[in-house]
């Protein structure tokens, strides 16, 4: 992620100012003289920069702020791909979960209050999936909404529901409080935070289809074709997919990204064109994980 990206500019710039220049000369015409007609365009264009600049600001201002102690030791003790970058490197990847953090709009439901944890939880599995492409943003303004447990289509809380996440195209994102902190408690490749961020990334649309919207063009039709030989694969129970990723080509994907980022040796073991294939995209190869140890925490090795 960056503060301001030189196309973030250009379109308001050249259109903001071609339509300052328009409104100038409309105003000089009128006969309330040119110069009134040049401050009125320069004002009007003005407007326009700064309007497109209160983000890029924000997010200076954001920065410079130190990174809370308490969430980078929460890192370093969930978030295998941050606890395996070196010194260097750490920094913009809290920066990123500072952004994500700001930027996305938390609401709790069902008494769910967001409190900076579980905002913490939700930028962290943004900015894992966001590390490996500095230029890539959260496709649009997103919305989460954190619900105490499983939950059904209309959000209710009275009886258990099916889903512990559910991500819409233009909605919001939903999801599980306990569903959230069970991903990040244990690397087992079920993280729902990963999941459905997949899911944001693979709307075209109004629709998710199993073929991210950042995929290269010249490799969509190869990307198809490994992703159904997978989901037969994930049918027949063989390899390290659970029996989900066989419902949709959406689901193998974001099933698959759960693994990349949690299991990655055993995902490059049984599955090494999926492995490469996810290489590419998120243009990342996450850290190995270790035996357990004795506690039965899972340590990551250097992320490569």
């Given at each position: 992620m960056r503060a301001l990206r030189p196309s973030d500019l250009l379109v308001p710039v050249l259109w903001g100012g071609l339509g300052a220049l328009l409104a100038g000369l409309a105003v000089g015409r009128s006969g309330a003289g040119a110069a009134w007609g040049v401050g009125v365009g320069?004002?009007?264009?003005?407007?326009?920069?700064?309007?497109?600049?209160?983000?890029?600001?924000?997010?200076?201002?954001?920065?410079?702020?130190?990174?809370?102690?308490?969430?980078?030791?929460?890192?370093?003790?969930?978030?295998?791909?941050?606890?395996?970058?070196?010194?260097?490197?750490r920094p913009r990847f809290e920066r990123d979960v500072t952004w994500l953090r700001d930027g996305l709009t938390f609401e709790g439901a069902g008494g769910?209050?967001?409190d900076d944890r579980l905002r913490l939880m939700v930028a962290a599995g943004a900015a894992v999936l966001l590390h490996g492409h500095p230029d890539w943003e959260i496709p649009t303004e997103r919305t989460v909404l954190l619900v105490p447990d499983t939950f059904d289509e209309a959000?209710?809380?009275?009886?258990?529901?099916?889903?512990?996440?559910?991500?819409?195209?233009?909605?919001?994102?939903?999801?599980?409080?306990?569903?959230?902190e069970d991903g990040w408690a244990r690397r087992d490749g079920?993280?729902?935070?990963?999941?459905?961020l997949a899911h944001v990334f693979d709307f075209?649309?109004?629709?998710?289809?199993?073929?991210?919207?950042?995929?290269?063009?010249?490799?969509?039709?190869?990307?198809?074709?490994?992703?159904?030989?997978?989901?037969?694969?994930?049918?027949?129970?063989?390899?390290?997919?659970?029996?989900?990723?066989a419902t949709a080509p959406a689901e193998l994907?974001?099933?698959?990204?759960?693994?990349?980022?949690e299991r990655p040796a055993r995902l490059r073991n049984r599955h090494p064109e999926?492995?490469?294939?996810?290489?590419?995209?998120?243009?990342?190869?996450?850290?190995?994980?270790?035996?357990?140890?004795?506690?039965?925490?899972?340590?990551?090795r250097r992320w490569r």
């Open positions: 320069l004002a009007a264009w003005a407007a326009v920069v700064a309007w497109t600049l209160r983000r890029p600001l924000r997010r200076l201002r954001l920065a410079r702020r130190p990174f809370p102690p308490d969430d980078r030791a929460w890192l370093e003790a969930h978030v295998a791909v941050y606890a395996a970058l070196d010194r260097t490197a769910v209050v967001p959000y209710g809380d009275e009886e258990p529901g099916l889903y512990d996440g559910m991500v819409h195209s233009q909605g919001p994102i939903v999801l599980s409080v306990r569903a959230v079920y993280n729902v935070v990963l999941h459905e075209e649309g109004w629709e998710a289809d199993g073929a991210p919207s950042f995929l290269d063009p010249r490799s969509a039709d190869a990307w198809r074709d490994l992703v159904r030989r997978e989901m037969r694969r994930a049918e027949r129970g063989d390899g390290v997919l659970r029996s989900y990723a994907f974001a099933v698959a990204t759960e693994q990349f980022f999926l492995f490469d294939a996810l290489v590419a995209f998120y243009n990342a190869t996450p850290p190995d994980e270790d035996a357990p140890d004795a506690d039965g925490s899972l340590m990551a």
